[in-house]
């Protein structure tokens, strides 16, 4: 795992220094750099294959191919000893120098072989060609920005702002960061600076710049698996067993971070099966009695004392949100899921004795996790209904259901669910992912603030992606919109930042492609078998999970924000919202802010993520100022 920059075309090598400097966390164990008339590239290392073999820049034997690279390829000894036999001749063991010889034998499309994670930039000297990938479910990041004659890329936004002029902050990305709590891709905060997709890859020839995806997501839901109940639960083991088992090469310290939920259990009761060694994991919990409906350590320490797992704990107060400066700072960019905070900690847990750790993120967009893919199910039968009966519902009876506070809120998805029930199931499933309330939509934007056009495009764009997934059945289109989305814009950028923050490489074989697919063969009505999250997965997992876990109701990775919100942290909420600095920035209303405030500390609503998105902004903004 490595941080990587660069630059092509006018540039100068002090910007490349400033660049590497600022991703030193994602590898503190060396940095190296090649240097050409035009061409500029710099890596820091964290030494994971092949640690004293695999420094990078690595070239081919003529020196004419150059790469620079982040992430694992877990197939790359398969690869390396085919390449061998075409004639090509390795210098080191890494995973890295496959990239290079396989560039040569196959040109561009050689990176439809690559099994892992990755975003890597390859110069080819001879046809003055640079290519930047990234990996099929943008597993791993990468930034760019172009200017005439000129291409900067760098892992982290931080960084890759070190090589250029000012940047104005995109009123457009901040109205989206509001509305979804995190800046979607292809664009950043920032005007004219943009991510690599998940799947695609960039070429600059000559100066000339074009962009192609390699991988489609919609192109992987094809024909259904014609497997019987049985055999589909037998192969989904063996499958999950192998890449289980491939996410595990490493020459360093490796864990696991362990809830107690199915994800991260799975992937335990695996690593034990392919390994007798000892296995690290890692939870993270809370103390107060009033949090116990967000703990997960029950189940953690269950799992962990049924493997056989080195089990390591922690349990948080709300003194913890002290580290959300720290928090902010390591995602680089405003970003308000708030299981940022236990990510952070747990990591740096991990670190102090392991260099990998897996994850389970991924399963819940795959196999049906999240009770809004039952809600939007449900939404489509609950349109049959009589459209003046459901209006009525909306206006009459849902305004009169209280909200909740704890981790598993039923009342509110009511609500919600009874709020909405009236509009097309696509509109549904957008005002159910985002978070500007209702009652005030694009009112709760300051009067000037020019914005709002992005939010009306991304409100398009994910209708579409919605509408156009390959699939009739509603949740099945959901999961496939959150695998282009949310999957990617969130939780896998909030694994790889913050997770990196501690130089800790996190590794994630739910989003495996061979899971993908597999689990994209299998109906919606499978995959949520009885009406119940991740129903065919509990059953294949039932011969090797705990029935308790099996049984088990979905927590999440959160934290007990809307009760510290109300009561612990409501001086310092009160202090950095108040309507002088909410002024200052412009972006929403201080009516607004003071409403969400009045409501929230009442206990009449629930708008933890609102206040918390708008805290996270003023933290950013102070931490630009002050550096």
Request: charged share 25%; glycine share 10%; with cysteine.
């Amino acid at each position: 795992m490595c941080g990587i920059c660069g630059i092509v075309g006018t540039g100068d090598e002090a910007a490349l220094d400033r660049m590497m400097r600022r991703i030193v966390h994602r590898g503190p164990d060396e940095h190296g750099s090649h240097r050409e008339p035009g061409v500029l590239l710099g890596i820091q290392r964290l030494r994971v294959i092949d640690p004293q073999g695999g420094q990078q820049p690595i070239a081919n034997e003529q020196g004419t191919v150059w790469v620079v690279f982040n992430g694992e390829i877990y197939n790359y000894r398969e690869l390396r000893e085919e390449l061998i036999g075409k004639g090509h001749r390795f210098a080191t063991h890494s995973d890295t120098e496959v990239l290079v010889h396989l560039y040569e034998q196959e040109g561009e499309e050689g990176v439809r072989r690559l099994k892992g994670m990755f975003a890597y930039a390859l110069w080819d000297r001879e046809r003055e060609t640079l290519l930047l990938v990234r990996d099929r479910l943008g597993i791993k990041p990468l930034y760019y920005a172009t200017w005439p004659g000129g291409l900067a890329f760098a892992s982290e936004l931080p960084a890759l702002l070190e090589s250029l002029p000012p940047r104005s902050v995109d009123p457009g990305a901040i109205a989206q960061y509001l509305t979804l709590l995190y800046v979607p891709g292809p664009g950043t905060l920032f005007e004219g600076v943009r991510q690599l997709q998940p799947g695609e890859c960039l070429k600059v020839v000559k100066g000339r710049v074009e962009t192609k995806q390699y991988f489609q997501a919609t192109d992987v839901p094809g024909s259904r698996t014609r497997l019987t109940q049985a055999d589909a639960e037998d192969r989904f083991l063996e499958l999950l067993r192998d890449r289980v088992q491939a996410h595990l090469v490493s020459d360093v310290p490796l864990g696991l971070f362990l809830s107690g939920g199915l994800d991260s259990g799975s992937i335990l009761a695996m690593m034990r099966q392919v390994t007798n060694g000892p296995i690290r994991s890692f939870s993270i919990g809370y103390e107060e009695e009033a949090d116990r409906s967000y703990n997960e350590l029950d189940g953690a320490r269950l799992l962990a004392d049924h493997f056989g797992a080195d089990h390591t704990e922690e349990r948080l107060r709300p003194d913890a949100v002290t580290l959300l400066p720290e928090v902010v700072a390591a995602m680089g960019e405003p970003f308000a899921d708030s299981s940022a905070i236990p990510t952070y900690l747990v990591s740096e847990l991990a670190r102090r004795s392991v260099t990998v750790a897996l994850s389970g993120i991924g399963g819940d967009e795959l196999f049906g996790g999240y009770p809004r893919y039952l809600g939007v199910r449900a939404a489509s039968h609950y349109a049959r209904m009589p459209l003046c009966l459901r209006r009525w519902l909306g206006t009459s009876v849902a305004s009169r259901i209280p909200e909740g506070t704890g981790s598993r809120d039923q009342l509110g998805r009511v609500k919600r669910f009874l709020r909405d029930g009236h509009l097309p199931v696509a509109e549904q499933y957008w005002r159910w992912t985002t978070f500007v309330p209702q009652e005030w939509g694009s009112s709760a934007f300051s009067p000037d603030f020019p914005g709002l056009e992005g939010v009306m495009a991304l409100a398009s764009d994910y209708r579409r992606l919605f509408e156009h997934w390959p699939s009739d059945d509603p949740s099945e289109r959901a999961m496939g919109l959150d695998l282009q989305t949310y999957l990617p814009d969130d939780l896998l950028r909030m694994g790889d930042r913050l997770s990196m923050a501690h130089s800790l490489e996190l590794r994630v074989p739910f989003c495996d492609p061979e899971l993908l697919s597999f689990a994209c063969s299998l109906p919606a009505s499978v995959r949520l078998s009885g009406w119940r999250l991740k129903g065919f997965m509990r059953k294949a997992l039932s011969p090797v999970l705990p029935p308790s876990i099996l049984k088990g109701a979905k927590l999440g990775f959160r934290v007990p924000l809307a009760r510290w919100l109300r009561e612990d942290l409501r001086e310092m909420v009160r202090d950095l919202l108040s309507d002088v600095a909410i002024t200052r920035r412009g972006y929403v209303r201080p009516e607004y802010v003071q409403w969400l405030l009045r409501e929230h500390e009442s206990g009449r609503r629930n708008f933890a993520d609102q206040i918390y998105a708008l805290l996270v902004l003023e933290l950013w903004h102070r931490g630009r100022e002050a550096s």
